[in-house]
């Protein structure tokens, strides 16, 4: 069920068939009212976050950055427990399930945050993508991964390098660029935004 379907990945318009027609009956409720995805959100206790972070990045969609998240686990999932996260963009739980089945210890996405998406208002995205991080410091692990949907500039991705809850938690931030042209793009636009974190490590997909 979508609202407006503005593209098709279908190639030909030409086998696309008329819309299904369907009613609003109504909405669903309980005894306090419409239920809202934020009443299913994971409750952390904890309040502050004291656990390292990599952040894993790219200048694109489809740059590598889940086969780069799926390989670091794989690694580093041996040695320690591992929350792994697909944080920005709309829906993970694609992302999730290969970072389980790769040795994350803790998974979570926006969904669980009681997002629907990232691309929402910044300090409405900040006060509950943390939520995450959170929660996996609650549940024994050492050391979180998070993969940044998109490209850099898109889903909230600058709130997140900016978060106060964050920035002094992340210790690698891995950057993965299509060509030699975005790894000057992506070293503007960290500038730009005044990036204070960790200098990138920057890769150049082959």
């Given at each position: 069920?979508?609202?407006?379907?503005?593209?098709?990945?279908?190639?030909?318009?030409a086998?696309?068939?008329?819309?299904?027609?369907?009613?609003?009956i109504?909405?669903?409720?309980?005894?306090?009212?419409?239920?809202n995805?934020?009443?299913?959100a994971?409750?952390?206790?904890?309040?502050?976050l004291?656990?390292?972070?990599?952040?894993?990045?790219?200048?694109?969609?489809?740059?590598?950055?889940?086969?780069?998240m799926?390989?670091v686990l794989?690694?580093?999932?041996?040695?320690?427990?591992?929350?792994?996260?697909?944080?920005t963009?709309t829906?993970?739980?694609l992302d999730?399930?290969?970072?389980?089945n790769a040795?994350?210890?803790f998974?979570?996405d926006?969904v669980?945050?009681?997002l629907?998406?990232?691309y929402t208002?910044?300090?409405?995205?900040e006060?509950?993508?943390?939520?995450a991080?959170l929660?996996?410091?609650?549940?024994?692990?050492?050391?979180?991964?998070?993969?940044?949907?998109?490209d850099?500039p898109?889903a909230?991705?600058?709130?997140?390098?900016?978060a106060k809850?964050?920035i002094d938690?992340?210790?690698?931030?891995?950057?993965?660029?299509?060509?030699?042209?975005?790894?000057?793009?992506?070293?503007a636009?960290?500038?730009?935004i005044?990036?204070?974190?960790v200098?990138?490590l920057?890769?150049l997909q082959?």
């Open positions: 069920v979508i609202g407006i379907c503005e593209e098709t990945t279908t190639m030909s318009t086998t696309i068939e008329g819309a299904f027609k369907v009613q609003l109504g909405l669903v409720k309980n005894a306090n009212g419409n239920l995805i934020m009443e299913f994971i409750k952390p206790l904890q309040k502050k004291k656990l390292p972070v990599i952040l894993i990045s790219g200048t694109s969609a489809e740059a590598g950055k889940t086969t780069l799926k390989n794989g690694f580093l999932s041996e040695h320690t427990k591992i929350a792994a996260f697909k944080i963009g829906g993970g739980m999730c399930n290969v970072y389980k040795g994350a210890h998974t979570a926006q669980d945050c009681g629907i998406t990232t208002q910044p300090k409405h995205f006060d509950h993508i943390q939520k991080f929660a996996a410091q609650e549940s024994g692990c050492q050391l979180i991964l998070a993969e940044l949907g998109g850099l898109g909230n991705n600058p709130a997140l390098l900016k809850f964050l938690q992340i210790h690698s931030l891995i950057v993965i660029n299509n060509d030699a042209l975005s790894i000057m793009g992506s070293q636009f960290l500038k730009k005044d990036f204070k974190g200098s990138p920057v890769l082959q």
